[in-house]
């Protein structure tokens, strides 16, 4: 169980430009939780994310991780807990080592990328066959020459190979063709499932935040403004999002207008 709780995450303190990208934010994500996370651009769904991961440091509050307080922890130390995924296909794989040897380095057989054996080899195959890309025969090329849908691909099996206690996905199918796109997200809804994960997805595609997963949360202003579960989403249309989150950012806004009275 992940526990975030009253976090604050300001940019540019104490400038004309400081920012409130996260806002006294808590959150409770329970084992086995797949949130897909919505809300418009600026509305501090990656900064929440980078919190989670260790890029950033929020100024107040605490980040709880079964029961350890990792609000501190450094990215690098948390790295082996968490998967995280970017919209950018580029970011998380190194595009002038081979496949296999990305996949040793995430299996955390590092130390030993010289010595890559048969064993892992065929570990690797029973990995990337189940991708359905044909991928299991090109564990000697370099990832650079790899199409995006791929790289996704390929960088998801690398997120989760050592079962993270939590993956982070980032808009991790925006760049890519609608066709790949569909793809990659059920090897996400696969990958999941087979593994048990917890996961959070942000997207900024409504149905799909519908239709996956079992909670779906709203973010607005560095708060959470809608926290549906399972049964509830479900019962949504695309239209009804939109209206709650009319109806709900509207209602922050007269909080917000009380609070200053
Ligand atoms: N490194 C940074 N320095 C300054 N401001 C930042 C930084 N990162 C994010 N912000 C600001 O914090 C707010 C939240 O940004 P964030 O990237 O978390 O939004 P988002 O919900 O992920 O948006 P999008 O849907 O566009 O990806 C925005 O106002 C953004 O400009
Ligand atoms: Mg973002």
């Known amino acids: 169980m992940i526990e975030i709780r009253n976090i604050t995450k300001l940019f540019n303190e104490g400038t004309v430009n400081e920012k409130i990208a996260i ?4 959150l409770t994500i329970n084992d086995g939780d797949f949130i897909c996370m919505i809300g418009a651009n600026g509305s501090g ?3 929440l994310l980078n919190c989670l991961s260790g890029s950033l440091i929020p100024e107040s509050g605490n980040i709880i991780m079964d029961g350890k307080d990792i609000t501190l922890l450094s990215q690098h130390d948390r790295a082996h807990e968490i998967g995280h995924l970017f919209q950018d296909p580029l970011a998380g794989t ?3 080592m081979t496949m296999e040897e990305n996949l040793a380095l995430a299996a955390k057989t590092g130390g030993w990328l010289a ?3 048969d064993k892992d080899r065929a570990y690797f195959k029973e990995k990337l066959k189940k991708l359905d890309m044909d991928l299991e025969s090109k564990l000697k ?4 020459v790899l199409s995006g849908g791929m790289r996704q691909a390929l960088t998801l099996i690398m997120a989760t190979i050592n079962t993270p206690k939590i993956l982070l996905l980032d808009e991790h199918t925006a760049a890519l063709d609608p066709q790949t796109a569909e793809k990659v997200l059920e090897i996400t809804a696969e990958t999941i499932e087979e593994k048990n994960l917890t996961c ?3 997207t900024h595609n409504m149905q799909t935040a519908i239709d996956m997963g079992n909670r779906l949360i709203m973010m607005n ?3 959470i403004i809608l926290d549906l579960n399972k ?3 479900e019962k949504m249309s695309v239209d009804d999002l939109r209206d709650l989150f009319r109806k709900n950012a509207e209602m922050e806004l007269d909080n917000d207008r009380m609070l200053l009275l």
Not at 141 to 144: A, H, L, Q, T
């Open 221 to 223: 202003n560095g708060k």
């Open 141 to 144: 090329m370099e990832v650079g």
């Open 200 to 202: 959070v997805m942000i």
């Open 94 to 96: 190194a595009p002038h």
């Open 231 to 233: 049964e509830e989403k």
């Open 23 to 26: 806002d006294n934010l808590s």
């Open 115 to 117: 010595r890559i054996n």
């Open 45 to 47: 769904k990656s900064t």
